[in-house]
C-alpha cells in the first residue's frame, strides 16, 4: 500500500462575492490609512504631480546636450519659483483682505442682524439666531478663512515636504527613463499605463492652469471695477477652485457674492453671476473638454464621486488634486494589467467602443430621416417608394 502524498493540492478558488468584499475591505482599509496620513501623502503626490508637469522641459534641456544636472536644476529653480510666486500672490492678497475687511463690519453686523431675524421669524430660536448673528464678524470670517487653509505650523510642514520632495524627485527623475526601459522586458504593460498616466496628467495640469489662470485673472478685474472687497484674494481663489472639476465654481463664487452684496447691493450681485457664470460655462464645457477630455478620459459621473471621495480622505487639497489621484488609482489597478482592460469604457474611456457609439449615432440619424415629414417610411417594407403588396 502506497503511502499518501503530503504534497498540498491545488487550493479552491475563492467565490467571486468574497473576492469582491475581501477588496471592498482593502481599499476601505487603504483609504482610512490614507486619511490617517494626509498631512505625509497630500504634499507628496503634489510633489509628483508637479515633478511630472517639468519633466518635459529636462528631457527637451538634455535633447540639447544640456548635462543632466544642469538640466535637473532648472526644473528645480523652475518650479520653486512658481510656488514662490503663488504663495506671495497668496500672502498678499489675505494681508490686503485682512486690512480691508474691519472696515465693512458695519454692513455685516447689519446683514447678520437681518438674517438672524429671518430665521426667528421661521421658528429658530434666539439662541441659534445669534450664534448665526455672532458669525458675521470680521475676526470670525478671517478664521473661517484661516482654518480652510490650515494653521501655520501645517502650512510650514506641508511646503518643506514638497520642497524636499520636488529636489529628491527631480534627482531621481533623471534616471526613470533607464529605469523604465529596464522594467519594459518585465512588465510592458506597467511601462504603458504609466507612460499615459503621465501624458494625461501633464495634459490635465498644463490645460487647467492655463485656462484657470485666465479665469482668475478675469474675475479679478471685474472685480476690482465693480469695488468688491478682497478681489485679489476671490480671484486667486477662483484659480485654485478651477482643479475641481463641476463644483468648483461654486465655491469660488460665495465669497464675491457676499462681499459684493455688502458693496453694492443686489445689483452686483447679479452681475457677478452673469460674469463668473459666463466664463464658467465658456471654459468648463467648452474649452475646457477640447484640450483636456481625451487626455482624462474620465466620465462626469466618476469625476463628480472622485471629487466628493478625495475630499473626504485627504481634505480640501484632495478635491484639487481628484483628477491625478483618480488616473493614478487607474493606472495602477486597470491599466497596468491587459486583462484587465474592459473595465476602462466604464471609467469614461471611449477609444474601444467608439466604433459603437458611432454606429449608434449613425442608426439614430438614419431613423430620423425615414421620420421627417413628407418622406416615405423606408422600414416599412419599401424600397422605391411603391408598394410591394400583392396586386388583388
Known amino acids: 500500500m502506497e503511502p499518501a502524498s503530503s504534497e498540498p493540492g491545488p487550493r479552491p478558488a475563492l467565490p467571486r462575492s468574497v473576492t469582491i468584499l475581501l477588496a471592498l475591505a482593502g481599499a476601505a482599509v487603504v483609504s482610512f490609512g490614507l486619511g490617517a496620513m494626509r498631512g505625509i501623502v497630500t504634499p507628496v503626490f503634489f510633489a509628483f504631480v508637479l515633478t511630472l ?29 512658481l510656488l514662490t510666486a503663488f504663495a506671495a500672490v497668496l500672502i498678499a492678497s489675505l494681508a490686503q483682505f485682512s486690512a480691508l475687511l474691519p472696515q465693512y463690519a458695519p454692513q455685516m ?13 421661521v421658528g429658530f430660536g434666539p439662541q441659534q439666531a445669534q450664534e448665526v448673528l455672532n458669525g458675521f464678524t470680521p475676526g470670525r470670517i478671517i478664521g473661517f478663512l484661516g482654518g480652510l487653509l490650515g494653521n501655520i505650523a501645517s502650512l510650514v510642514t506641508s511646503l518643506v515636504i514638497i520642497l524636499t520632495m520636488l529636489i529628491l524627485m527631480a534627482i531621481d527623475g533623471s534616471r526613470v527613463p533607464v529605469i523604465l526601459t529596464h522594467l519594459n522586458f518585465h512588465r510592458p ?22 485656462l484657470g489662470l485666465a479665469q482668475g485673472i478675469f474675475n479679478w478685474l471685474v472685480l476690482v471695477i465693480l469695488h468688491v472687497p478682497g478681489a485679489l484674494l476671490w480671484g486667486l481663489l477662483s484659480f485654485i477652485c478651477s482643479f475641481i472639476p463641476n463644483i468648483g465654481y461654486f465655491i469660488a463664487i460665495i465669497p464675491p457674492l ?7 447691493g443686489w445689483t452686483t450681485v447679479v452681475t457677478i453671476i452673469i460674469v463668473y457664470g459666463g466664463i464658467n460655462s465658456v471654459i468648463q464645457s467648452i474649452v475646457q473638454p477640447k484640450y483636456v477630455g481625451n487626455a482624462v478620459s474620465l466620465s462626469e459621473t466618476l469625476t463628480f464621486v472622485s471629487v466628493l471621495f478625495w475630499a473626504v480622505v485627504l481634505g480640501p487639497v484632495g478635491a484639487v488634486l481628484a483628477v491625478p489621484l483618480t488616473l493614478f488609482v487607474r493606472a495602477l489597478l486597470l491599466d497596468s494589467d491587459p486583462a484587465l482592460a474592459w473595465w476602462r469604457p466604464l471609467t469614461g474611456d471611449r477609444t474601444d ?39 388583388a
Open 189 to 210: 504593460a506597467l511601462v504603458a499605463a504609466f507612460d499615459v498616466f503621465g501624458t494625461g496628467v501633464r495634459r490635465y495640469m498644463v490645460a487647467t492652469t492655463v
Open 53 to 81: 508637469c517639468v519633466h518635459p522641459l529636462r528631457r527637451w534641456m538634455q535633447g540639447r546636450g544640456i548635462p543632466r544636472g544642469i538640466a535637473t536644476g532648472t526644473t528645480i529653480a523652475a518650479v520653486f519659483g
Open 258 to 264: 457676499f462681499f459684493g452684496f455688502l458693496t453694492g
Open 109 to 121: 453686523q447689519q446683514l447678520g442682524a437681518t438674517i438672524s431675524s429671518a430665521l426667528e421669524s
Open 353 to 391: 467602443v467608439q466604433h459603437l457609439l458611432k454606429e449608434e449615432d449613425e442608426a439614430i440619424r438614419a431613423r430620423r430621416g425615414r421620420l421627417r415629414p413628407g418622406q416615405p417610411d423606408t422600414g416599412s417594407g419599401t424600397s422605391t417608394g411603391t408598394s410591394t403588396a400583392p396586386k
